[in-house]
């Protein structure tokens, strides 16, 4: 079973809000990554980490920020919160040369009104 | 550019066979994946398939990759009613790094 976790499950906030959205593995992978899912289910990659102050962006253009301090913590923030950030966030992570699996959290389901 | 096509449903009954299928545009990829993901939860790997092989299979599931075509298949035999689930196929290249391209998914629905 893979030791990934995310919190918060749910979060339901308001317009022009704060978010942070915590993302923690306990498995020592060097990569880590935030898919963002629409209501219609397709996944797309908004930041990924090759390591420690490593962060990348996606293929999808997003307006949250991510941070690499430490190796097991892949927090993603939204500094000020819309409706149209209302999605699905799942993290991953894999580990170093010959991973052939990302491990997936099981999500951040986040609504904003 | 990268562009992974699923159709969106499948319905079918307990005990029979249930094939998904995905096409893609990139034949750079080196693994092709696919996934699962059950209500309220993750994604979690069902199996994959090296960009040089043929086919692959693991207890009820085979995959099937024409490279020519592009097309990859995901066959569940005597399928179950827990097997519902959405099933995404998804891409990447090289090893290491799994930025993954993912399908638009196939919501598989099985009645008893």
């Known amino acids: 079973e893979a030791d990934i976790y995310q919190t918060p499950r749910y979060l339901v906030i308001g317009t022009g809000k704060k978010i942070t959205l915590e993302c923690s593995q306990t498995?020592?992978?060097?990569?880590m990554y935030w898919y963002q899912q629409d209501p219609g289910m397709e996944l797309h990659l908004i930041h990924y980490?090759?390591?420690?102050?490593?962060?990348e962006k996606g293929d999808l253009s997003s307006e949250s920020t991510v941070s690499r301090i430490r190796t097991e913590h892949f927090p993603l923030t939204l500094e000020s919160a819309r409706p149209s950030h209302t999605s699905q966030y799942l993290c991953?992570?894999?580990?170093?040369?010959?991973?052939?699996?990302?491990?997936f959290g099981q999500g951040t389901r986040l609504t904003v009104v | 550019g990268e562009d992974v096509e699923q159709s969106l449903f499948l319905s079918v009954r307990e005990g029979d066979s249930s094939v998904i299928n995905c096409t893609y545009t990139d034949s750079s990829s080196t693994y092709l994946y696919w996934y699962k993901q059950e209500p309220g939860a993750g994604l979690q790997l069902l199996t994959y398939i090296f960009s040089n092989m043929d086919m692959k299979q693991d207890q009820r599931l085979t995959v099937l990759l024409n490279k020519k075509d592009k097309h990859l298949s995901l066959r569940i035999a005597d399928t179950q009613t827990g097997d519902s689930a959405i099933y995404f196929c998804a891409e990447s290249w090289g090893t290491g790094f799994q930025k993954l391209v993912f399908g638009t998914g196939t919501r598989l629905l099985v009645s008893p």
């Open positions: 991953a992570s894999s580990e170093g040369q010959g991973a052939t699996e990302a491990f």
């Open positions: 980490s090759y390591g420690v102050n490593s962060t």
């Open positions: 498995m020592g992978h060097d990569k």
